[in-house]
């Protein structure tokens, strides 16, 4: 458990920095320039996931149950997965209308990827997972709030699409082989 918590602590630290620390991330990228500072950022950033990677089946072998999942968390989660994929996509691309509604559609793919997992795990290693992930997105969520305002860049629906499109994408690709593979776990309620 105490890798998979120093994984999950620190990958979720490590990208807190430019939420709770502006002035950190400010300095380091004046001192260092920004690409080497997006180098140290990512080498951290995987070093934190690769502990929490290595850890999770050490944490979810010794974990508490908490009870049984209803059948119909299942299915609600099945359908909170696609429309958070779609999300983190817009996230990640240029400013669409998907982003212009939203303001931070990524933050939002997270909070629901995270709370439908919070739906169908009822163990420890799951509830501070996705409760650490759903936590970390709401907090940053608030502390974007207190920044100044950005002007706003001209939305194009053509990045709406792209998301769509590769969030719908990646649901399948997940769907048929790469939740089992990866994880273990089918995310087909029922199978």
């Avoid at 629906?157 to 649901?171: F, H, K, Y």
């Amino acid at each position: 458990m105490l890798i998979f918590l120093i994984g999950l602590i620190g990958f979720l630290g490590i990208h807190s920095v430019h939420a709770f620390m502006p002035g950190f991330r400010s300095g380091m990228i004046a001192k260092m320039g920004a690409m080497p500072w997006k180098g140290v950022y990512a080498l951290i950033s995987i070093v934190f996931f690769v502990l929490m990677v290595i850890g999770y089946p050490g944490a979810q072998a010794s974990t508490i149950y908490f009870g049984t999942v209803p059948e119909g968390m299942k299915h609600i989660n099945s359908l909170l997965i696609p429309i958070a994929l779609v999300l983190a996509v817009a996230g990640s691309l240029p400013r669409g209308y998907i982003a212009r509604t939203l303001k931070h559609p990524q933050l939002v793919g997270v909070k629901l990827w995270a709370l439908g997992h919070l739906l169908v795990n009822w163990d420890l290693t799951s509830f501070l997972f996705f409760g650490g992930f759903l936590a970390w997105a709401v907090l940053v969520r608030i502390s974007i709030k207190k920044r100044p305002p950005v002007a706003p860049k001209a939305p194009n629906i053509i990045w709406d699409i792209v998301a769509v499109l590769a969030g719908l994408a990646l649901t399948g690709w997940l769907m048929m082989s790469a939740h089992v593979y990866f994880f273990n776990v089918s995310p087909i309620p029922g199978m």
